[in-house]
C-alpha cells in the first residue's frame, strides 16, 4: 500500500512537500505517480517517475515549480511544491504500479495502489 502525508494549507508563493510512503513492496522498482483532484473536475496527472528513476514527467501546470523524487532508503516518493497558487488547491493522491502495467505519464491499472488522498489548500 501507499500512503500520502504532507498536505497542509499555505497562501500563494508558499511551498509544501507531500511524501508517498509505500510497504509491502519496493517502491524503487515501479512507476510512481502524483494525481490531484479539484472540487468539481476531473482527476489529473501532475507528476510520475519510472522505475529506476527513469523517465520524470510533469504536467505543464506544474513545470519548473513542482519536483518528483525518491527516497529509497526510505521507500518514499516526494513531490517538492514551490510557488503555490490557488489553483494547485484540490486532494493530491500518489499511486504505484508495476512497470509492466504503468509507465509514466501512462495510465495506473485496476491493479495499482492508490493512497487516501492529501488535502492542499491554497489561497490567495
Known amino acids: 500500500q501507499v500512503e500520502e502525508s504532507g498536505g497542509g494549507s499555505v497562501q500563494a508563493g508558499g511551498s509544501l512537500r507531500l511524501s508517498c510512503a509505500a510497504s509491502?513492496?519496493?517502491?524503487?522498482?515501479?512507476?510512481v505517480g502524483w494525481f490531484r483532484q479539484a472540487p468539481g473536475k476531473e482527476r489529473e496527472g501532475v507528476s510520475c517517475?519510472?522505475?529506476?528513476?527513469?523517465?520524470?514527467h510533469y504536467a505543464d501546470s506544474v513545470k519548473g515549480r513542482f519536483t518528483i523524487s525518491r527516497d529509497n532508503a526510505k521507500n518514499t516518493v516526494y513531490l517538492q511544491m514551490n510557488n503555490l497558487q490557488p489553483e494547485d488547491t484540490g486532494v493530491y493522491y500518489c499511486a504505484a504500479d508495476s512497470p509492466a502495467y504503468y509507465r509514466c505519464p501512462g495510465q495506473v491499472s485496476r491493479g495499482g495502489y492508490w493512497g487516501q488522498g492529501a488535502q492542499v489548500t491554497v489561497s490567495s
Open positions: 517517475i519510472n522505475e529506476n528513476d527513469g523517465w520524470i
Open positions: 509491502g513492496f519496493n517502491s524503487h522498482y515501479y512507476t
